[in-house]
Each structure stands twice: as C-alpha cells, then as structure tokens.
C-alpha cells in the first residue's frame, strides 16, 4: 500500500503544454459541415507528414506511385483502410497525394509472418503491385515514437515523492443522479492528500438511463449541477496541497459534443484547473498525456492481428497510439465519436511521447511499463450501479537536485514508479 506524506506541502510547477484555447463555435467551425475535399486534405497532410518520417528512419527509397505495376519489390506509403470490418481479405491501402495521388489497393499479407494493423493506421511497406490493384506484402515499417524530452526533472530528494490520484467518470450510478461515487473519492482526497488529483471526464454522461427518461426532473441546469460538485471539492481542498486536474469529456451532457473537446468552462479555483481532451501536461518535467474517450475498446475492437505467440494485447493498444504519435489514431472514428478532422489534426497529434500515459477504459483496469512509458488504465469509478475503480500512482526519482537527472538519458521514468488499482 502506498502512503502519502501528508507533511509536506508542495506546489509542482503544472504546465498545460497543449491548450486548447481556441473556441469551437466561431465563424469558420467546421464542426458538422466539414467539406469531403477540406477533410481529405487534412488527413492527407497526418498521412504525410508521418509517413515521411517512416522513410526517414528507416532510410527507404522514394516512395513509389501505386499506380503503377512492378515486378519487383517497391516501397510505399500510406494508410490502411477498410471497408466494413477488417479481416484478411479485405485489407485496403490508401496512397498519399504525394506518392500515389490517394490510389487505393487491396494488400495480400500472406508473406508477413506477424502484423498488428487497424483502419487508419498509417505505416511504410514493401512488396509487388499486381496490375496497380494488389501488393503482395513483404515487409511492414511501422512508424516509431517520438523520442521522450530530455529536460531537468525537479523531482528528487529534496523535493520528495510525487503521489498521483487518477480516477474516470461517470461519476453517477446508473441508477441514480446522485454523486455518491465522487463523494467518496472526495474523502480519498481530502485523507490521502495527494499532490496532483487528475478527475477525467465525464461527469454526468448525457445518455444516463435516467436522463433519457420523462420522468426525471432537474431543478438545476446541467452546469450548474457541474459547478456543485466543483465547488464542494474545492471545500474540501482547503489547507490541502493537492491540485486537481480536470479533463474534458464530449460524453459530458453539460459540454459540447465534438471530439477533441474543449477544457471545461469552471469559475477561477486557486487548486483546480481545466485542460482539453486529449491534454498533455508537464508535472516537474514529467510529461503527462491523457483523453477521456475510450481509445483502448475502439482499437482492441478494429485491430487485425497475426502472430504466432501471445502478446500484451493492452500494451500493444498503447503502443499503436505512441507509434502513430496519436492519441485517437483510429479512422474512421468509432461511431459513437464526433469526430472534427480538423480539430484532430490539430489537438490529438502527439508533439513527444509521454512519460505517463492515462487511457481510462470500460476495460480491465492496468498499469504496466509500455516501452518505457508507464500506462495507466484506472478503468471507471462506477460500474453500473456500484463503485469501480481508481488508479494512485507514486514517482520517486533517486537523483539528488544537483545530479543530470537520469530520465530521458538511459534510465525510464517507469523504473522509479509504484503504482495500485484501488475499489472506491
């Protein structure tokens, strides 16, 4: 069990490193009446842009046009598409503009020995275009992430420890309007004492049974239900370090419906901050990446996966999303999402690859070392009408304040990470 030194009282330099500031409804929103062309020129550019990067990595070729047949074995770039499920006979690959003017085959991927695939998924690959219809698949390059940021962490000795709380809405029982959920997690925080509280999204989800009945009535608007909550939180953080970081949900029915979702609109709490869906923020240097939407069911539902041993299927769920430098990099969408293709070209692109990575999830609950980053899926903090889940996390770094901090230069921060799911 991890406790917490409820003596200190510490104030972390909490940077937002990816603000989503700009508003959703203004005079050039293309949210709901977005264009085929403006929105294949958007997701060509992601294409691109990535794909470019695999070339250069693994120093391949120039691409070659998909258009044209060969005999021998050519590289090329784009995406993988699908039409309906993917399955091993209906696996699509979309050109780029550049290369091959948005040409789509079919790919035979009989000569691959192993291969993790999802529609969207943009990668390089090698092998024989049959009359410009069909390649046989060699070889598969997947991109790879970004490098983490090597910058000075000020966690150390001194400092002390850093504890994390990390837990995911709903925050309401199926079966009542009620937040005794919250509540509860309330008296965790005001116990334990965290330094950094992160409450995902959403807090009261619009398609609750009994928001969709005739029968309910509110005495309050949906805002203003929100702002209670907030408010009684902030109570309970007075004379309290722990800072708490709120992240937005499109599934909220008091926010706008379009994902990526904007940071809530909250009245100015000194201990409580607002950041969009996805966010990235920076805890004493640490990277911390997160979205409320559930990228782990909707890729573990699309994926196409050939292999011969078993794998960390959960893990491989993370890594698709650090490869892709992409915190949703399924397309299309699943359906449940409001996707604005420009608003995810913007604010769902990974700039680094996180030191933790928080992907909350109708799946079981995890948190396990992904290639150095540690993922954490604290699952929600209701299931139907009982308690779920949340996850504490607690990162104690070795290094004296002094010392070149180690992270990013050989030793990964999931070295010096401890973590628990615990039942609300």
């Not at 573990?300 to 993370?318: F, H, P, Q």
């Not at 948190?367 to 540690?374: A, N, P």
């Amino acid at each position: 069990m991890i406790k917490s030194e409820t003596s200190r009282n510490l104030k972390w330099d909490i940077i937002n490193t990816n603000p989503f500031n700009r508003p959703l409804l203004k005079i050039n929103s293309k949210y709901m009446f977005q264009r085929t062309r403006e929105m294949s020129i958007v997701l060509n550019d992601v294409v691109s842009e990535l794909g470019n990067s695999v070339v250069e990595y693994y120093s391949l070729d120039t691409p070659a046009n998909l258009t044209e047949c060969t005999a021998e074995d050519e590289v090329y770039i784009g995406r993988i598409r699908s039409e309906g499920k993917l399955s091993d006979g209906s696996i699509l690959f979309e050109g780029t503009m550049e290369s091959s003017l948005g040409h789509l085959v079919s790919l035979d991927m009989s000569g691959v020995e192993e291969y993790f695939i999802f529609p969207g998924q943009v990668l390089g690959l090698s092998g024989k275009n049959n009359l410009g219809r069909c390649v046989q698949v060699s070889q598969l390059f997947i991109p790879r992430p970004f490098p983490f940021r090597q910058a000075r962490i000020s966690i150390n000795k001194t400092t002390g420890p850093l504890s994390i709380l990390i837990a995911a809405g709903p925050f309401t029982p199926t079966d009542s309007l009620s937040f005794e959920p919250l509540k509860d997690l309330r008296d965790v925080i005001e116990k334990t004492d965290p330094d950094i509280c992160f409450l995902i999204g959403p807090f009261l989800d619009a398609t609750h049974p009994m928001l969709q009945s005739e029968d309910t009535v509110l005495l309050d608007t949906f805002q203003e239900i929100f702002e209670n909550e907030l408010q009684k939180l902030s109570n309970r953080l007075q004379d309290r370090r722990t800072k708490v970081i709120l992240v937005s949900s499109w599934k909220d029915a008091h926010h706008h419906a379009v994902f990526p979702t904007l940071p809530y609109s909250i009245k100015k709490f000194s201990q409580i901050m607002a950041i969009s869906d996805p966010g990235v923020v920076s805890i004493g240097g640490l990277i911390f990446g997160v979205t409320s939407t559930d990228i782990l069911m909707h890729l573990s539902r699309n994926e196409l996966a050939k292999t011969t041993i078993n794998s960390d299927r959960m893990g491989r769920m993370a890594r698709h999303l650090m490869a892709q430098r992409n915190f949703y990099p399924l397309y299309p969408p699943d359906e449940s999402v409001p996707l604005d293709i420009e608003f995810w070209a913007d604010h769902a692109r990974m700039e680094v690859t996180p030191h933790i990575l928080i992907l909350p999830s109708e799946l079981r609950h995890f948190i396990k070392d992904v290639d150095g980053t540690v993922v954490v899926n604290p699952e929600r903090l209701t299931k139907g009408i009982s308690g779920g889940t949340y996850a504490r996390i607690y990162i104690d770094l070795p290094n004296d304040p002094d010392e070149e901090n180690s992270i990013g230069n050989g030793s990964p921060i999931a070295d010096f990470v401890m973590g628990e799911i615990i039942k609300i």
